[in-house]
């Protein structure tokens, strides 16, 4: 079955220190993948994809992500975690299917960082 | 660019009534995608319609229903609502055309439904 996991329920950080989110996918073919950040009381924010190319891709707020196609994974990265970064971080597959495709979500990693 | 925009932002049903919720997407944007969110499950997909059509569909029991409107718009129905139906309710949109797209989705800040 397809599935993404996002092994930590929370992770916690100093400000100042480099962070990571894990996230790791089974899906067939060749899927696009996704990082999002919800924020209290809003929906979910676009941060970064990859769909082809450079492993490493850059997206919005500093947050990088390197994609692993040996291990499938996707994990979310910052170089100098700010408390303002504090929010549920969730990683998303796109992939295709039955002529169609599908998203799957993670089931989100609460980042807390600490000051 | 308007974001996603979604109504009503909280709702408050009884057992067995029904509810239609709203969503806007950004204008262009003819993909538009339901989720429900709640703190057991995550986030699980509805269904998404693209160009007036459900295109695909998640594994919610009949009673989720949904339609999608020449500008775009979508609109989503629960009927004979039940407790376990409280979640905050999202609307993705994104360009997602045939010929290619970017993919992502934008996401509207939610319904908040609370069945009593």
């Known amino acids: 079955a397809q599935s993404v996991a996002q092994p930590e329920d929370q992770v916690n950080v100093a400000e100042g220190n480099p962070l990571t989110v894990k996230c790791t996918y089974s899906v067939s073919g060749n899927p696009y993948l996704f990082w999002y950040v919800q924020y209290p009381n809003r929906g979910l924010q676009f941060l970064l994809k990859y769909i082809t190319g450079d492993n490493l891709v850059k997206g919005s707020y500093g947050f990088e992500a390197e994609f692993n196609k040996s291990q499938t994974s996707f994990h979310l990265k910052k170089p100098s975690a700010l408390v303002s970064d504090s929010a549920l971080y969730f990683c998303?597959?796109?992939?295709?299917?039955?002529?169609?495709?599908?998203?799957?979500f993670g089931t989100g990693t609460r980042l807390k960082v600490l000051a | 660019k308007a974001g996603v925009t979604q109504t009503p932002r909280y709702l408050i049903k009884t057992r067995g009534q029904q509810v239609t919720l709203s969503c806007s997407p950004i204008?262009?944007?003819?993909?538009v995608s339901w989720y429900q969110q709640t703190p057991g499950q995550g986030l699980q997909f509805l269904f998404e319609?693209?160009?007036?059509?459900?295109?695909n569909k998640g594994n919610f029991p009949g009673r989720f229903s949904g339609r999608q409107f020449s500008n775009s718009r979508s609109e989503m129905n629960v009927s004979t609502l039940e407790l376990g139906d409280s979640a905050l309710y999202l609307c993705a949109s994104s360009l997602n055309n045939l010929a290619g797209g970017t993919y992502e989705q934008y996401f509207g800040p939610g319904t908040r439904l609370t069945v009593t």
């Open positions: 204008s262009g944007h003819r993909s």
């Open positions: 319609y693209f160009s007036e059509t459900q295109r």
């Open positions: 998303a597959v796109r992939f295709p299917t039955s002529g169609t495709y599908k998203y799957i």
